[in-house]
C-alpha cells in the first residue's frame, strides 16, 4: 500500500517555474514506477511524465519535452516535477501515481496508486 501527497502547486505567469513534489509512505516506495498526469477542466486526464522505479529511466509526453523534468529520491520517497518555462495550456490539477507494471506507463488504468491533486495555474 502506498499513500501519495502532491505539494508546491501555485499560480505563476507565463514563462515562470514550479516544482512539484509527491511524498509516499511506505517501504516499497522503490519498488514503484512513478508518473505524473495532469487534468484541466472539461479534459481527460493526460500523461506527463514517468520515471523507472531505479530512476535511471524516463518519458515524457512530447508536449513538455525539454520544459520539465521528473526526478526521484527514494530516500526520500519523493518524486519531483521540475515545470520551467510554463505555458498557459499546461494549466491544470497535477496528480502523481504509482506502479509496478510494465514500464513505462502512459495510461492512467495503467497506475495503482494516486495521490490527491495539486492546482498549478499558468496566467498569460
Known amino acids: 500500500q502506498v499513500q501519495l501527497v502532491e505539494s508546491g502547486g501555485g499560480l505563476v505567469q507565463a514563462g515562470g517555474s514550479l516544482r512539484l513534489s509527491c511524498a509516499a509512505s511506505?517501504?516499497?516506495?522503490?519498488?514503484?514506477?512513478m508518473g505524473w498526469f495532469r487534468q484541466a477542466p472539461g479534459k481527460e486526464r493526460e500523461f506527463v511524465a514517468t520515471?523507472?522505479?531505479?530512476?535511471?529511466?524516463?518519458y515524457y509526453t512530447d508536449s513538455v519535452k525539454g520544459r520539465f523534468t521528473i526526478s526521484r529520491d527514494n530516500a526520500k520517497n519523493t518524486v519531483y516535477l521540475q515545470m520551467n518555462s510554463l505555458k498557459p495550456e499546461d494549466t491544470a490539477v497535477y496528480y502523481c501515481?504509482?506502479?509496478?507494471?510494465?514500464?513505462?506507463?502512459?495510461?492512467?488504468?495503467?497506475?495503482?496508486?494516486w495521490g490527491q491533486g495539486t492546482q498549478v495555474t499558468v496566467s498569460s
Open positions: 520515471i523507472k522505479w531505479s530512476g535511471g529511466n524516463t
Open positions: 511506505g517501504r516499497t516506495f522503490s519498488r514503484y514506477a
Open positions: 501515481a504509482a506502479e509496478v507494471g510494465r514500464w513505462p506507463g502512459l495510461g492512467a488504468y495503467e497506475y495503482d496508486y
